[in-house]
């Protein structure tokens, strides 16, 4: 009998040091980010990193070759349930998104040069980077019809095209880009990558798209979303990430095992909202009672924690599935724990600010903030549409129709069959009457 749900003694005390290590020293700075900026975050964590890298537990997500720890996703899962609790702690802990991402990329498919030139430096942070898929004219669900194109010429590519939420593009030093190199092939293999820096002639990085996170106008922000127009510009060959049409399965690497680490991480964040749903129950009175003591808000703690449960076990299900079968095994449970744990994150979310009233509602406490990244989780990614179109696709394809055309449980059928089947037996039991 192999299930069990325990983590080895040595493991969990890793995770016991990084829950304290987190609440401890990250949670702390939270308050203090706006008046710190990037730069003041930045000098914040660099202590921070050395006690991270002094554990082993610096990019873990990586390869052991490159500092990783070859933990698998079971492991990486329950860590970034712990890292998800803070937008900050990822960034000491080397695997903040886009860039981890993007060393993964560089990991999978880089050369020996690229990964000197562009891997390494990010890894050590003195680079900083962003990957550039998503067009405001095509739909990003369905990135087959990219319109961004690189043309072939001479020994390198001419790029042109738009793209949007290219996320820390406005603060990036090189951009991965995925641009369509063979508009004749498959769909999945027209495109390509490459890796672009910022300062290459014909990159505009237009602006920073005010979003319902950033709701007005900046740019050069820590977490924007920037809008690049790439105009006529000239890359060498040796830009090209991988084979030419090869960017969509080097994008399917990057995703999978990411979207494990985006679920445990929202899980982290629900967890963070559902202590605070709790802890105002405890003690908000009103019409002659707790909220402890109401039904509707008994039934949000009950519905919440049995919700979380459920995301937070399946998840570690699709990660133990990558690590026992690999990442294409895994595509139907990954695809259900984005859109399932999109949602839980969003309802635990939404109803801990609705606990709180117009405080939940403030910017006194995180709550808005959690929402407003609760309701990005449904989209980026995948929107979770998709990944339901897809676990609905490979439900169906062990399903074929009735041959007679008859439901298989159609019970008047059923029983005709059943009564040809024990007719003797019926036949005793009616002569013994
Ligand atoms: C916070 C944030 C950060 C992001 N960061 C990056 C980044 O760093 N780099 C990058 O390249 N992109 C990034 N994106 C973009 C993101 O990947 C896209 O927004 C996403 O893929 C959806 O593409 P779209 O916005 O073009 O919507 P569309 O593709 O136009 O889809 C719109 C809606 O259509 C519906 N829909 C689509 N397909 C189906 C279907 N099969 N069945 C039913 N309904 C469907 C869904 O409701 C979907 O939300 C980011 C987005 C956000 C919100």
């Given at each position: 009998?192999?299930?069990?749900?325990?983590?080895?003694?040595?493991?969990?005390?890793?995770?016991?040091?990084?829950?304290?290590?987190?609440?401890?020293?990250?949670?702390?700075?939270?308050?203090?980010w706006?008046?710190?900026?990037?730069d003041?975050?930045?000098?914040?964590?660099?202590?921070?990193?050395?006690?991270?890298?002094?554990?082993g537990?610096?990019?873990?997500?990586?390869?052991?070759?490159?500092?990783?720890q070859?933990?698998?996703?079971?492991?990486?899962?329950?860590?970034?349930?712990?890292?998800?609790?803070?937008?900050?702690a990822p960034?000491?802990?080397?695997?903040?998104a886009?860039?981890?991402?993007?060393?993964?990329?560089?990991?999978l498919a880089?050369?020996?040069?690229?990964?000197?030139?562009?891997?390494?430096?990010?890894?050590?942070?003195?680079?900083?980077?962003a990957?550039?898929?998503?067009?405001?004219?095509?739909?990003?669900?369905?990135?087959?019809?990219l319109?961004?194109s690189?043309?072939?010429d001479?020994?390198?590519?001419?790029?042109?095209?738009?793209?949007?939420?290219?996320?820390?593009?406005?603060?990036?030093?090189?951009?991965i880009?995925?641009?369509?190199?063979?508009?004749?092939?498959?769909?999945?293999?027209?495109?390509?990558?490459?890796?672009?820096?910022?300062?290459?002639?014909?990159?505009?990085?237009?602006?920073?798209?005010?979003?319902?996170?950033?709701?007005?106008?900046?740019?050069?922000?820590?977490?924007?979303?920037?809008?690049?127009?790439?105009?006529?510009?000239?890359?060498?060959?040796?830009?090209?990430?991988?084979?030419?049409?090869?960017?969509f399965?080097?994008?399917?690497h990057?995703?999978?095992?990411?979207?494990?680490?985006?679920?445990?991480?929202?899980?982290?964040?629900?967890?963070?909202?559902?202590?605070?749903?709790?802890?105002?129950?405890t003690?908000?009175?009103?019409?002659?009672?707790?909220?402890?003591?109401?039904q509707?808000v008994?039934?949000?703690i009950?519905?919440?924690?049995?919700?979380?449960?459920?995301?937070?076990?399946?998840?570690?299900?699709a990660?133990?599935?990558?690590?026992?079968?690999?990442?294409?095994?895994?595509?139907?449970?990954?695809?259900?724990?984005?859109f399932?744990?999109?949602?839980?994150?969003?309802?635990?979310?939404?109803?801990?600010?609705q606990?709180?009233?117009?405080l939940?509602?403030?910017?006194?406490?995180?709550?808005?903030?959690?929402?407003?990244?609760?309701?990005?989780?449904?989209?980026?990614?995948?929107?979770d549409e998709v990944?339901?179109?897809?676990?609905?696709?490979?439900?169906?394809?062990?399903y074929?129709?009735?041959?007679?055309?008859?439901?298989?449980?159609?019970?008047?059928?059923?029983?005709?069959?059943s009564?040809?089947?024990?007719?003797?037996?019926?036949?005793?039991?009616?002569?013994?009457d």
């Amino acid at each position: 009998m192999a299930w069990d749900f325990r983590t080895e003694p040595e493991f969990q005390e890793q995770l016991d040091w990084m829950s304290w290590f987190v609440r401890q020293e990250i949670w702390p700075l939270e308050a203090i980010w706006p008046e710190l900026g990037i730069d003041g975050l930045g000098r914040a964590l660099e202590p921070l990193k050395a006690e991270v890298k002094e554990r082993g537990l610096w990019a873990t997500h990586l390869p052991p070759e490159l500092g990783g720890q070859g933990m698998g996703q079971v492991r990486l899962g329950l860590m970034h349930e712990i890292l998800g609790t803070s937008p900050i702690a990822p960034l000491a802990f080397g695997n903040a998104a886009p860039d981890s991402g993007n060393s993964e990329i560089l990991a999978l498919a880089g050369t020996e040069e690229q990964k000197d030139r562009w891997l390494h430096p990010l890894l050590a942070g003195d680079l900083r980077s962003a990957f550039s898929m998503t067009e405001p004219d095509t739909p990003g669900s369905d990135p087959t019809q990219l319109r961004t194109s690189a043309q072939s010429d001479g020994d390198g590519w001419v790029v042109n095209g738009r793209k949007w939420f290219t996320s820390n593009g406005s603060i990036a030093d090189f951009l991965i880009l995925m641009a369509v190199t063979d508009p004749e092939a498959r769909p999945s293999q027209r495109a390509s990558m490459f890796i672009v820096p910022v300062d290459t002639p014909g990159v505009h990085i237009l602006r920073d798209v005010p979003t319902m996170e950033h709701p007005w106008e900046a740019f050069g922000s820590y977490g924007g979303h920037s809008e690049v127009i790439y105009e006529d510009v000239r890359l060498p060959a040796e830009a090209l990430l991988g084979k030419p049409g090869a960017g969509f399965v080097i994008a399917q690497h990057r995703l999978v095992p990411g979207r494990i680490h985006h679920c445990m991480r929202w899980l982290g964040v629900a967890r963070r909202a559902f202590d605070m749903m709790c802890e105002r129950a405890t003690y908000r009175y009103a019409h002659g009672s707790l909220l402890a003591d109401k039904q509707t808000v008994q039934n949000w703690i009950a519905d919440s924690a049995a919700e979380m449960q459920a995301a937070r076990l399946m998840t570690l299900h699709a990660a133990w599935v990558m690590d026992t079968e690999g990442a294409s095994a895994a595509r139907t449970e990954v695809a259900m724990i984005k859109f399932f744990g999109a949602r839980v994150l969003h309802d635990v979310v939404d109803r801990a600010l609705q606990v709180h009233g117009s405080l939940g509602y403030s910017t006194d406490l995180p709550l808005e903030q959690m929402y407003r990244f609760a309701r990005a989780a449904r989209i980026y990614d995948g929107p979770d549409e998709v990944h339901r179109q897809s676990v609905a696709r490979n439900v169906l394809a062990s399903y074929s129709p009735p041959s007679d055309g008859v439901p298989s449980e159609h019970l008047p059928t059923r029983r005709e069959l059943s009564r040809a089947r024990f007719a003797e037996l019926l036949e005793l039991l009616t002569a013994n009457d």
